[in-house]
């Protein structure tokens, strides 16, 4: 039991900056996670009341009620566009979106490519789940080969569907990216490097040395129709070798940057 | 061993998702299946409590950011 006659000190709480609403994310869902290592950051950073977030349509459209500082709420794949009116009105702000793959590689794809090509000066926090949660489990743009989900019953033919979308190798090959990297939420070593990554981020954007996204792969047990547990498991062994995890673009002014 | 740290569950957050369970090094967690949370989930707890290092790997998996983590300091209460 807790030993009340022996000092203790504090090592880790919740975040403030996270609020106290219980979210509506199924149990063991990693959307949670991305949300407090966001939360971790700006505190660490002191920029908690100087950010504005986009949140996007998908499951985190309620993110704008999780987080303790101004959000705005943008229509669906547009959260790019938002953001980039917002970062380009209001520079001294730290303003970022969150996406989930359906809003950001599907419907939102011309929208995050224009932002890239375009060098702005956001922070894209990008979770890809590899299917669209809210609406029930379809398929995705990053739906993997052979999976089953509520639109392709019998598993994703690539000869009628296509190939899944590596979204951060996509945009990792235009000039205005300056940080572009893949990480995983599905043990406490990837998320301690994710948590770094959002980190950096965060930072080139302080410095303003361009578009920086941070792809994580993220459970959706529910539509998968796993445990939580079993779902991290899902990540490592079926969503890894299609979606490695690393750098895809690191600029030679990010590449100096001390984080 | 005595413990060298301990923590604990906000019965607000915790969804039962049983991760900190399963990664928790030190077997310490258990989901707690005799009480319900306000939300109707068998919380998290300390089973084996005395095997907490204070490390904070449950902390850091939790996705409802439910577990604050606590390390004792013996050396304050010798001297
Ligand atoms: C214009 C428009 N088209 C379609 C939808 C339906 N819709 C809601 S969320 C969503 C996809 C969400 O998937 P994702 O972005 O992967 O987020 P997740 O829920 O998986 O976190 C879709 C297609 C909508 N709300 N608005
Ligand atoms: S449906 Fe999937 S992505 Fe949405 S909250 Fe549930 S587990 Fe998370
Ligand atoms: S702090 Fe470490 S040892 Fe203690 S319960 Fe959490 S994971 Fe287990
Ligand atoms: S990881 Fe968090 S939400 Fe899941 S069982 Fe443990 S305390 Fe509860």
């Known amino acids: 039991m807790v030993l009340t006659d022996t000092p203790a000190k504090l090592v880790y709480e919740r975040p403030e900056a996270l609020g106290t609403t219980v979210t509506h994310y199924c149990p063991g869902c990693t959307h949670g996670v991305a949300h407090r290592l966001v939360a971790e950051v700006l505190e660490e950073m002191s920029e908690v009341g100087n950010t504005i977030g986009v949140a996007s349509v998908g499951c985190s459209v309620f993110a704008y009620n999780y987080f303790d500082f101004d959000f705005v709420e943008a229509a669906h794949g547009r959260a790019p566009a938002m953001a980039t009116g917002i970062k380009r009105v209001l520079p001294d702000k730290t303003v970022f979106t969150y996406q989930g793959d359906g809003d950001l590689a599907s419907i939102g794809m011309g929208e995050i490519v224009g932002a890239a090509s375009r060098g702005e000066l956001i922070t894209v926090v990008f979770i890809n789940n590899a299917n669209y949660g809210m609406t029930g489990g379809q398929m995705a743009p990053t739906t993997l080969p052979g999976q089953k989900t509520t639109s392709s019953p019998t598993g994703r033919d690539v000869k009628r569907q296509g190939y899944p979308i590596q979204t951060a190798e996509l945009l990792s090959t235009l000039e205005g990216s300056a940080y572009i990297v893949r990480r995983s939420l599905h043990n406490s070593r990837e998320i301690r490097r994710a948590k770094k990554a959002i980190r950096t981020a965060f930072e080139v954007q302080k410095k303003g040395l361009g578009f920086a996204l941070v792809e994580l792969l993220s459970t959706c047990p529910t539509n998968w129709h796993l445990t939580p547990v079993e779902a991290r498991d899902w990540i490592e062994e079926r969503m890894m070798p299609v979606f490695p995890l690393g750098d895809y673009k690191i600029s030679s002014a990010v590449a100096d940057l001390k984080v | ?79």
């Open chain 2, 1 to 79: 061993m005595p413990a060298k740290g301990y923590i604990e569950v906000n019965e607000l957050f915790c969804k039962a998702c049983e991760i900190c369970v399963t990664d928790c090094p030190f077997d310490v967690l258990a989901l707690d299946m005799e009480r319900l949370t306000p939300k109707g989930y068998h919380p998290a707890y300390m089973v084996n409590p005395d095997a907490c290092t204070g490390c904070g790997i449950c902390a850091t998996v939790c996705p409802d950011a439910a577990i604050t983590v606590y390390r004792y300091d013996r050396k304050k209460a010798e001297a």
